[in-house]
């Protein structure tokens, strides 16, 4: 069984940075790839941005030129570095863990955008 814990989340004026991070422990050697996903009250749960253990990257438009996702190297740990952020980027953020079968999932960190 694979856990997963993410941290960092908080209350930031626009335009300003935020950085979280996710650990995966347990039954991680398996594991493909890491990614964020965030999600907000009434709408679907979107990718935010995935890396895999090869080190491939993949964003949403929305953050292109503004997150970095990164990978620690023990391939368990991922961290996304948010600047320039806007209020529209304001959602709970959840990490998901990947192995060949199954999607591991955190509780989310709560990233509030606001003046």
């Known amino acids: 069984q694979v856990q997963v814990v993410e941290s960092g989340g908080g209350l930031v004026q626009p335009g300003e940075s935020l950085r979280l991070s996710c650990a995966a422990s347990?039954?991680?050697?398996?594991?493909?790839?890491m990614g964020w996903y965030r999600q907000t009250p009434g709408k679907e749960r979107e990718l935010v941005a995935v890396?895999?253990?090869?080190?491939?990257?993949v964003y949403a438009d929305s953050v292109k030129g503004r997150f970095t996702i990164s990978m620690g190297s023990t391939r368990n740990t991922i961290s996304l570095q948010m600047n320039s952020l806007k209020p529209e980027d304001t959602a709970v953020y959840y990490c998901?863990?990947?192995?060949?079968?199954?999607?591991?999932w955190g509780q989310g960190t709560q990233v509030t955008v606001s003046s």
């Open positions: 347990g039954s991680s050697a398996s594991l493909i790839g």
């Open positions: 890396i895999t253990t090869g080190g491939s990257t």
């Open positions: 998901k863990a990947q192995d060949a079968t199954t999607q591991h």
